[in-house]
Antibody, heavy 120, light 106 residues
Framework: QVQLMQSGAEVKPPGASVKVSCKAS????????LSWVRQAPGQGLEWMAW????????NYAQKFRGRVLVTVETSTSTAYMEMLSLRPDDTAVYYC?????????????WGLGTLVTVSS | DIQMTQSPSTLSASVGDRVTITCRAS??????LAWYQQKPGRAPELLIY???SLESGVPSRFSGNESGTEFTLTISSLQPDDFATYSC?????????FGQGTRVEI
């Protein structure tokens, strides 16, 4: 079955960086794009970035451009989201989510989420 | 950016009720709209895509409709498992955006 296994919770001080991983299994990794979506405590969902897994072409929400980098490692079927210059308001659960087959922007499988806490 | 406005933000209902949630887009998104269900502490789950297509495995009591830039999610007969937060999301153009969510509570 399709699984997206995310890395564990992180606690970082303001100004640090964090790198979250998302290891895919149960399907052909390069056949589906991946997005990163975050959710601050008690808040709604926020799309951050999308990456094509076969050629690593990425698209970012404007507010994250230059501060977030999404990459893929096809040899291990793993996607990464790195965020720089962390701020307290970056405290959130970060999800990776797989595109439906042939439809980008609709997510039929999600990771369990990675809690990133930014605090001094 | 396309703004997605969901209403209501909270909805109180009982088991067996018919429930409708509305989502309005700030501009045309054609039918490129999805609905997700999320329970506390869990990842969202896809219910509906392309405004009215039911995701595989989703009960038929869930349905989606559209009229111009207004979209609705209807639960025909609310079940105990349906108490959750529902979010709409447009995927017509980048950046993909969500509504603020509707919490369905008892």
């Amino acid at each position: 079955q399709v699984q997206l296994m995310q890395s564990g919770a992180e606690v970082k001080p303001p100004g640090a960086s964090v790198k979250v991983s998302c290891k895919a299994s149960g399907y052909t990794f390069t056949s589906h794009g991946l997005s990163w979506v975050r959710q601050a405590p008690g808040q709604g969902l926020e799309w951050m970035a999308w990456i094509t897994t076969y050629n690593a072409d990425a698209n970012y929400a404007q507010k994250f451009r230059g501060r977030v980098l999404v990459t893929v490692e096809t040899s291990t079927s793993t996607a990464y989201m790195e965020m720089l210059s962390l701020r307290p308001d970056d405290t959130a659960v970060y999800y990776c989510a797989r595109d439906q087959s042939l439809v980008r922007g609709v997510w039929d499988s999600w990771g369990l989420g990675t809690l990133v806490t930014v605090s001094s | 950016d396309i703004q997605m406005t969901q209403s209501p933000s909270t909805l109180s209902a009982s088991v067996g009720d018919r429930v409708t949630i509305t989502c309005r887009a700030s501009q045309s998104i054609s039918s490129w709209l999805a609905w997700y269900q999320q329970k506390p502490g869990r990842a969202p789950e896809l219910l509906i895509y392309k405004a009215s297509s039911l995701e595989s495995g989703v009960p038929s009591r869930f349905s989606g409709n559209e009229s111009g830039t207004e979209f609705t999610l209807t639960i025909s007969s609310l079940q105990p498992d349906d108490f959750a937060t529902y979010s709409c999301q447009q995927y017509s153009s980048f950046p993909w955006t969500f509504g603020q969510g509707t919490r369905v509570e008892i």
